[in-house]
Each structure stands twice: as structure tokens, then as C-alpha cells.
């Protein structure tokens, strides 16, 4: 049996114990790890959590992270300070109110090792000391950590080429070209092996908005798929944990764009090439928040390497010419809305744009995320280049403003409805929708078209202007736009 105390006491891993003496004994069932703020959906009884501190920002952050892990039952959590200058205090302090095990993690050592001598241990511990197939895969996925070297070592050893597979049908890696059919829309949810048009299709587990799967060209591919499934598993954590690292150094230049601030000197050390015209691209999740919004986000325009971050309540995605992304993205939730774990989702585009217009890319990318919001579907997306100019004129005026201008230019009109039981505000509207043309608003309206020349004589006598004069409807029209 692999305990927490087993870990400990490996030489090579120089782990060194900060609190949870008395629960050294736990048992381990395997490593996993996570850089989330809220892990509570993806960490379960028996697991070490390996992390290295992303999710913390300041004091207070540890509570609810430890008390996730305590409600699951997690054996430890195996922490790296190395961007946080050690182990913060107050997480610490909350292992030790939760009677969670904190183990230390050197600085200068990577999670790929501590993940390759935690496998090993507990495959020895339960009897199946790793050989043959299986430790060529386990030497393939700590001697070079990239996922096409690994699904190599794989097809090799199950004699079969293998894939990874998106939930958002994109493929992320293979040794031969694609299979037929479409793997990711006949994999059955739950089932841990679907088998369609000769191909074993498993789950690659793990804490991700938008799941991979694992294709193998075999339908009876054996107990090594799995195991390569969990290597796949850690591949992708890792990744994950690269891109992470990468958007906090990006975060600079999202905070920048999003709300205000020297963009061309936080653009200068992002990377981006400096003449690209850029698209902003917004994510909100209203219910599981921007952490898991950013997965998803960063999934959907992965082949674009775009910079991926959140900023408050929202996730940005920086992207260098992503093409008609608003297609692709449509096509990819459609194909992951089985597989997603998250909600609602909203995402809205600004741009394209150089670097001096960043800023209005990102206000025009939250006007159509606002308006993907107000459609009330559960995934909605909307492109900026798609909203009207007078719609986003008038998305971009605050509250307040919103409601004197509709009071101050409809406000006769408003309270002579209320008062006679009639609708001439729509009458109004309509008619400006029909370019000013009786005989087309009275044949939308179903009115005869003297009926619709006294209306808009009566309406405009209550506001005091002319609605045939081009500048008037102008006013008007937007007053009315501001009450949608």
C-alpha cells in the first residue's frame, strides 16, 4: 500500500513535510493535478494533488481550495511556491485546519518527475511492477513530454495508430491520418470504451472544461489503452499548466485591453507580432466562472496559440487572424455540447484590430457578449462585426445615461400609452424600421396606410418634432433602441 509517508521518504523527490503529521498514513490512489481555484467537481478520495499554486492570489484564497480538497478526501496536496516566493502562510494554515497532509515541493523540480515516481510507486505497491509495454510507455512520457512522442511509444506497443482526440472534434495529435467517422459524436458519455467503425474510443480524464479522448484503430485495444489514456491525462496537465503560466505572463497586456492602461508597452513583451491585426474574443460562464470560461476559450482557438487569460468575471483571448473564427467556434460547441461541463456559455469577438485599437476591439467584444447574454440561449455567440453601429452606439452608453435619454426624447409618447391603453411607441418604431415609408410600416403593422400617416402625425405632435426629418428619426431611433 503507497501512503502519503511513502511519498515522503523517495529519495529523489525531496519533499519535505509543512503540516498533517498525524495523517501520514493515508492511503494514495493516484496523482492529480490542478491549478483551479474551485477543484471540488474533479478531485476525489485517495488522490495527492499536485499544484503549483497558480489559483493563489492573496490571503484568504487557500480556504476554499483545502476545503475542497477535504470534502473530497484527498490524501495530500503537494505544492510548489515557486512563483509565489515558497508556500503562502495562509495555505498552510488551512491544511492544517482541514487535517490535510502539505508536502513541500523543491522549487527546481518538475511535475513530470514527481508524476513518473508517483505512477511507478503505486503500480509496485499494488503488485504490478512495471514492465514491458507498460514501462516503455511510462519511460516515453518522462523522457520527452510531447504528446505526438507518446502516442508514438503507444501505436507501437498496442499495434495500432492511436489519436487524441477534442470534445470539439478537433484533432489535437495522431500517428496516422484521422480515422473515418466521427469518433467524438458516437462516443457514449459515461462508458468507459465506445467502439465505433473499428476504433476503441476512451475518456481522457482531468479537470478541463472541454474533455480529449483517446482514439486507438483496434476495437479491442487491451488494459494498456487505459493506461495510455492516463498518461494522456498528465501529458494534458502539463500542457495545461504551460498555458497557465504563460496567460499570468500575459496578464499585463489582458488587464491593459480590458480596462485600461499602456497597451503598446504590455504588447511589447507579449510575444504577439507587432503589425497583426488582432481579434479580442470574450468569454463569460455565468455559473462556473472565468477560470473554466478560459479552458474553454483557449480550447476553441487552440491551433491559433492565441494569449488566453482572465480579467475579473471574463476570459480574453488575444488572436492573430484566427479566420472566421465565429464559424469554427458554432461548429466546435456544437460537436462538445454533449461533452462540455460548463453551464451557459457567452462569448462575443471585437476586431480585427492593430495594437492602438485594441482597446475598442475589447469594448465592441463586451457589447456582443452582453447582447450573446440577452438571447437567452444556454451557448450563444455573437461577433461584433455582426451588431449593427447603431447598436453598439447605444450598448455603449451607461444605465443612467440610457434611461434620461429615453425619458427626455420618449417620454410623452410613453405616458400617453400608458394612459390610453394604446401602442404608438411601436407604431414609431416600425416606421423608422421601414425607412420612413407609409405603405411598407402600415403593411408590417396590418393597418391601412391613412390609419399610419395619423399615428405618426399624433405621435409626433406628442414629442414636439417632425419624424420625417432624417436627424429626428436618428434621436428618436436610438431612444428607442435603449429600452430593447
Known amino acids: 500500500m503507497t501512503t502519503v509517508k511513502t511519498l515522503l521518504e523517495i529519495p529523489e523527490l525531496r519533499m519535505r513535510l509543512r503540516t498533517g ?3 501520514l498514513g493515508r492511503e494514495v490512489s493516484r496523482i492529480y493535478v490542478t491549478e483551479l481555484p474551485d477543484p471540488s467537481r474533479y478531485v476525489s478520495a485517495g488522490e495527492v494533488v499536485l499544484s503549483g499554486l497558480l489559483w493563489w492570489r492573496g490571503p484568504g484564497d ?4 483545502v476545503a475542497a480538497l477535504a470534502r473530497a478526501g484527498v490524501a495530500a496536496l503537494a505544492a510548489s511556491g515557486a512563483d509565489t516566493g515558497g508556500i503562502p502562510q495562509d495555505v498552510v494554515h488551512a491544511c492544517a485546519q482541514h487535517r490535510i497532509p502539505l508536502l513541500e515541493v523543491p522549487p527546481d523540480l518538475s511535475f513530470a518527475v514527481i508524476t513518473e515516481r508517483v505512477v511507478l510507486e503505486l ?3 499494488r503488485g504490478r511492477e512495471p514492465g514491458g509495454a507498460r514501462k516503455r510507455l511510462l519511460s516515453a512520457a518522462t523522457e520527452d513530454v510531447s504528446l505526438p512522442a507518446l502516442l508514438r511509444q503507444g501505436a507501437i506497443e498496442l499495434g495500432a495508430p492511436c489519436w487524441v482526440l477534442s470534445g470539439t472534434g478537433r484533432l489535437v495529435a ?5 480515422p473515418g467517422g466521427d469518433l467524438v459524436a458516437n462516443f457514449v ?3 468507459e470504451v465506445s467502439v465505433h467503425d473499428g476504433c476503441a474510443v476512451l475518456p481522457v480524464g482531468g479537470s478541463f472544461a472541454v474533455p480529449w479522448l483517446l482514439a486507438v484503430g483496434h476495437p479491442e485495444p487491451g488494459a494498456l489503452a487505459g493506461e495510455l489514456a492516463e498518461l494522456v491525462r498528465l501529458a494534458r496537465a502539463r500542457l495545461d499548466q504551460v498555458r497557465r503560466m504563460s496567460g499570468r505572463s500575459a496578464e499585463p497586456l489582458l488587464h491593459a485591453v480590458a480596462e485600461g492602461g499602456p497597451v503598446a508597452e504590455a504588447f511589447a513583451a507579449s510575444g504577439l507580432p507587432e503589425d497583426a491585426e488582432i481579434h479580442v474574443l470574450l468569454a463569460r460562464a455565468p455559473d462556473d466562472g472565468a ?7 483557449a480550447e476553441l482557438v487552440a491551433e491559433a496559440r492565441p494569449v488566453v487569460g482572465a480579467v475579473g468575471e471574463d476570459a480574453y483571448a488575444l488572436v492573430v487572424e484566427p479566420g472566421n473564427w465565429m464559424g469554427a467556434a458554432a461548429d466546435a460547441l456544437a460537436q462538445a455540447d454533449r461533452l462540455i461541463s460548463l453551464s451557459r456559455f457567452h462569448l462575443g469577438s471585437g476586431g480585427p484590430a492593430s495594437v492602438d485599437g485594441l482597446r475598442g476591439a475589447a469594448q ?12 437567452g440561449g444556454r451557448i450563444e455567440l455573437v461577433a461584433g462585426e455582426d451588431i449593427a453601429v447603431h447598436q453598439l452606439l447605444a450598448a455603449g452608453a451607461p444605465d443612467e445615461l440610457r434611461r434620461t435619454v429615453r425619458a427626455r426624447v420618449l417620454g410623452p409618447l410613453l405616458a400617453y400609452d400608458a394612459a390610453q391603453g394604446t401602442d404608438l411607441v411601436h407604431t414609431v418604431r416600425v416606421y423608422l424600421e421601414c425607412s420612413s415609408s407609409p405603405t411598407v410600416a402600415a403593411r408590417a403593422l396590418h393597418v391601412h396606410v391613412n390609419t399610419l400617416r395619423y399615428r405618426i402625425a399624433r405621435a409626433s405632435e406628442l414629442l414636439g418634432v417632425d419624424l420625417n426629418d432624417f436627424v429626428t428619426q436618428v434621436d428618436v431611433y436610438l431612444a428607442l433602441l435603449v429600452t430593447v
Open 21 to 23: 503529521a498525524g495523517a
Open 174 to 178: 495522431g500517428t496516422a491520418e484521422p
Open 364 to 375: 465592441e467584444a463586451r457589447h456582443a457578449v452582453e447582447l450573446a447574454g440577452r438571447r
Open 123 to 125: 503500480a509496485a505497491a
Open 62 to 65: 487557500a480556504g476554499p481550495f
Open 291 to 297: 477560470a473554466l470560461a478560459a479552458d474553454v476559450l
Open 189 to 191: 458519455p459515461g462508458q
